[in-house]
């Protein structure tokens, strides 16, 4: 969703506050979960739309949780098209670093790119189990020295530069993406959240505010996330990204991408 949509929504809340200073109402405990509209919402997100809090989580849960499932080999050659460079159709855009790498250069070896958990796999101990371990929403191509950097570190401000990072840092217990990747992780571990409640023989994956969450189904830290959810709307590669999981492989959304104001109603 473009930034201007987000300030439109503000200004929108900021104005309707205006008109009701002085009078005596109900403390509101979450933004609104219609604050914005999308193609979707009078359909797919139908019976989420206007709720908040654990009600609105639990909704789309329901929802998301429809999905077709794929093999992690099968994950391969999704990424090449879910993450095609918009400008050269034979790569793919990496992330963290951002670079656009040959479609080919898939593997293990240095130079090549493989699939990143964006919510590790040890987090929850899910492995590459098919589900959460290949659920395309939070998979994505990154460099195999950057990946490897990042391993199952939680997310927060701070560190020192990665190498071909592209302005990733990272140190001890954390890492910390570029800019332009921020919000993009924010929705994904956000949406993992959502998606997997211990319901389907999975662990119940939750953001906290910790680091170091190791083995624990646990990532952090969620005041991070929500700042760089709010810092770096969904851009226009993320929201082809959401709709090709959703046209050609998985059959649902990530509701971050459609509605990043519904990581403050919720959280």
Do not use: C
Not at 19 to 24: I, K, M
Not at 120 to 132: I, L
Not at 200 to 216: H, I, Q, R
Not at 230 to 245: C, L, V, Y
């Amino acid at each position: 969703m473009p930034a201007t949509h987000i300030r439109r929504w503000k200004t929108l809340a900021l104005s309707t506050s205006a008109v009701l200073v002085g009078l005596t109402l109900p403390t509101v405990a979450a933004t609104p979960a219609n604050a914005t509209t999308t193609a979707y919402d009078s359909t797919y997100y139908k019976n989420a739309v206007g709720k908040t809090g654990t009600t609105l989580k639990s909704s789309l849960h329901t929802i998301i949780s429809s999905q077709t499932k794929i093999s992690y080999s099968a994950v391969w050659n999704a990424l090449k098209v879910t993450d095609q460079d918009p400008n050269n159709s034979n790569n793919v855009i990496l992330l963290y670093s951002g670079v656009s790498r040959s479609k080919s250069l898939n593997g293990g070896d240095v130079g090549d790119w493989n699939r990143e958990h964006t919510w590790a796999k040890s987090h929850g101990d899910f492995g590459e189990v098919t589900g959460p371990g290949t659920d395309l929403h939070h998979l994505r191509p990154a460099d195999v020295q950057v990946n490897s950097i990042r391993g199952n570190l939680d997310f927060d401000n701070g560190g020192s530069t990665v190498t071909n990072g592209g302005g990733s840092l990272v140190d001890s217990d954390s890492f910390q993406p570029r800019a332009a990747d921020r919000g993009d992780v924010a929705r994904m571990i956000l949406y993992m959240a959502v998606r997997y409640e211990g319901d389907d023989g999975f662990a119940n994956l939750e953001p906290n505010e910790k680091v170091g969450n190791g083995s624990n189904p646990y990532m952090g830290k969620l005041s991070v996330l929500k700042a760089w959810n709010e810092a770096d709307p969904p851009s226009a590669f993320e929201e082809k990204r959401n709709q090709a999981i959703y046209d050609t492989y998985q059959h649902n959304r990530n509701p971050f991408i459609d509605h990043p104001e519904w990581v403050e109603a919720i959280w």
